[in-house]
C-alpha cells in the first residue's frame, strides 16, 4: 500500500495552480501543529481500520511540503512506523520548491526519513518562471539541488514545464539542457494546461500553438532518451531503476490512502476524497468520518482506468488483459483498433503488449477514448 499525505500550504499562490493550499504567511505554529497532529489522527484511524499493511511508499505532495519543519516530517514518518509495516526498499519522496531549500532542511529531511526529494523547478528561464508566477529564480534552483545532493540524497527528481507563455521551442530546449547538467535521477515535464477556476483562466495568457506544442513534446523525448533517460510514463523519465515508485504503484492500479484536505484515496474498490478545506478536513476526522464522498467503482470504471493508466505507461497494456476486458470474445473491432494504431505510427505491438510511441503519447488522451468507445460498443 501507498500513503500521500497534504501539505496544504504554499508560499504564494501560482495562478495556473488548481491545487489546494493556503498562504503560508497566514500559517502560524499552531495551524502546523495542528495539521501534524491531524496528519496522524486520520493515520491512526486508518490503521484501526485496515490493520498492519505493508508499505512501499509514503509521498509529501502539495501544497509545499519543503516548508514544513523536518522534525514534523519526521514526527509524521515516525507515527506511520508504528501504525505499520515498512517495506524494506520503502519509498519517502518530498517535494520541494527552490526558494524554501536550505542546508539545515535539506539534512533535516534527510535524517528524517525522506530518501526521494522532487523539485518545483518548473522552469530555468528566469522571465517564464516570472510569466507563470514563480517566486524562485535560477541560482536558487542550483543551490537547491546541491543542497540536498551535498545532505547525501541519491535519488533527485527534476519537473519541468513546457509550453509556457511565448515560450520558444529553443528556449525549452535549453531548459532541457540545464536540467540534465545537474545529473538528476528522475525529470517530470509537464504541460501547462490552463485549469478551471484559476486566475489563468480568466485572463489566458499567449500559449504556443499546437504545432509548436507538439515538436516540444516530441523533441523533449528525444533529447531525454538520448540523454540516458528511460520514458516510463507520459510525462516521465528516469535514469533505469529510478522510476517513481510511488507513481508507478497508482498508475499500476495499486491501493493508496490520501490524507489531508483535498487527498483522494483508493482502497479496496472504493475511492474517497477529504473536502479541500482545513477545517472541514479537520472536522471530517474529529467525528470519525474516514471515507467522505465515496465512490464504488464499477467493472467498467476498473476496466477503462486500467485500460487508461496502462496505455499512458511505456510497458503498455497487456493485449489478453485487452480482450479479456473486451468480453468472452476478443472483439474484432478492438483489433483493428491496435492494428491501426501501429499502421499510424502511434504504437508498438512488442512481448504481448501494446505500447503508445512517443508520438501516440502525444494524443494519447484521443488515443484512449477511442478504446474506451471500442469497449463500450454493443457487439
Ligand atoms: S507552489 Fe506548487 S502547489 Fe503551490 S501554488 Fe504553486 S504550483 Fe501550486
Redesign the pocket.
Known sequence: MRIYIHVP??????P????F?RPWKAVDNHSLEQWEQFICREMRLHAMETGTQTIDSIFFG???PSLVPPASIYRVINEAAKLFSFAKTIEISL?A?PESVTSENAHGFRSAGVNRVSV?V?SFDESLLRAI???HGNRQTHHAVDCFRRAGFNNIGIDLMWGLPSESLGSWLSQLKEAVSLFPEHLSCYALTIEQGTPFSRGRPPLPSDDMLSSMYLECCDFLEHAGYRHYEVSNFARPGYECRHNTGYWQGEDYLGLGPSAVSSFRGKRWTQPPDIAQWMSGILKGDLHPQTEILTGKDVVHEYVMLRLRMADGLPLSRLYLAAGDKPKPSIMDLCQDLVREGMAVICGGSISLTSRGMLVSNAIIERFFEELDADG
Open positions: 500550504f504554499c508560499k504564494s499562490k501560482c495556473y495552480c488548481a491545487f493550499s502539495g501544497g509545499t517535494e520548491n518545483g518548473q508566477g514563480r517566486i
